[in-house]
């Protein structure tokens, strides 16, 4: 809580719909003042006004587009300011596609938004929490990091996709260790099939229209919230919402030591006699 008894302001990109604007609602709802971040700007002006009228609270937006580098500065330049208690690294897009078909410049706009917007971000607002002494930074990725050994077939085409959602688990889980001790929490959250616009483009481009979400079903976005801002609440690092098992997330850190402890000397036994293969 900041002197005046609010939560302070928490920052969401990707506010325009699906689980950033369902943040924006809960947060509202508990007193945080937002600042909304994404590129249709007419979507985050409706929200805004609702929640000024509905919860009372402050409410700013910015128009931009994460994958431009102009853009992402200005909103660094927003994260890093004083007020700044929370940041939701939400803002995603998908590019799905057969690898060798779809447009190389998608691949790199979801690197841009999926990879470097967090990294970037994070970067921005965790120096200010730390100085203030409380601060959380909350990262989308997906149950989709953990799919690399599944063919596609009902899962998507989704290599570059799935790697951007690895990239945010271990970049989490590592600053999370890295933070331990210090008064700022880090998450990873990691929906499942989520009923969102998600689905409905690769992300290049906004979805234009009214407010869809696809017909593929999954959970509803406030139920992903809700997890997220529980797990918040007892420190849990990975938060994955439709996992009963919570073990499991022990049981993924079992498997990574077993792998770690691989770290010797030189190569294994059946490494050693490999020939260079004929391709
Ligand atoms: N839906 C699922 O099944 C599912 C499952 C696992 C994880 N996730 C993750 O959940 C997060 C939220 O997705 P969602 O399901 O809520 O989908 P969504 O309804 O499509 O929302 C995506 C949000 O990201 C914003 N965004 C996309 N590209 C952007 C860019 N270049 N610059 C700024 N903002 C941008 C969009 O706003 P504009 O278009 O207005 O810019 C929109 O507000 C994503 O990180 C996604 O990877 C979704």
């Known amino acids: 809580m900041t002197e005046n008894g609010r939560p302070g302001t928490a920052v969401v990109t990707g506010a325009s719909s699906g689980i950033g604007a369902e943040y924006a609602r809960r947060l509202a709802g508990h007193g945080w003042d937002l600042v909304l971040v994404a590129r249709r700007a007419q979507r985050l002006a409706e929200l805004a006004a609702g929640l000024r009228e509905r919860a009372g609270t402050a409410v700013e937006t910015v128009e931009a587009d994460l994958a431009e580098p102009a853009d992402l500065d200005r909103v660094a330049e927003r994260v890093a300011a004083e007020d700044v208690a929370l940041l939701v690294n939400n803002a995603g897009i998908n590019g799905y596609g057969p690898f060798a078909e779809v447009d190389a410049a998608l691949l790199t706009k979801v690197v841009d938004v999926n990879v470097v917007a967090p990294t970037v971000l994070t970067r921005a607002a965790v120096p200010a929490m730390l100085a203030r002494g409380r601060g959380a930074v909350i990262n989308v990725a997906s149950l989709l990091a953990f ?55 690769t992300g290049e481009t906004p979805v234009r229209g009214e407010r869809r979400v696809h017909d593929e079903g999954g959970m509803p976005a406030a139920d992903v919230v809700t997890a997220s801002l529980a797990a918040l609440a007892t420190g849990e690092v990975v938060c994955v919402p439709g996992l009963e098992d919570a073990d499991a997330v022990e049981r993924l850190a079992a498997a990574e030591l077993a792998l770690r402890q691989a770290a010797g000397t030189a190569a294994a036994p059946r490494y050693r006699a490999a020939e260079v293969p004929d391709l």
């Open 147 to 201: 799919a690399g050994s599944l063919p596609p077939g009902v899962l998507p085409h989704r290599a570059v996709y799935g790697g951007t959602k690895g990239y945010v688990v271990t970049f989490t889980r590592t600053l999370a260790a890295e933070l331990a001790g210090t008064p700022v929490r880090v998450q990873v959250v990691c929906p499942g099939l989520t009923a969102t616009e998600f689905h409905l483009g």
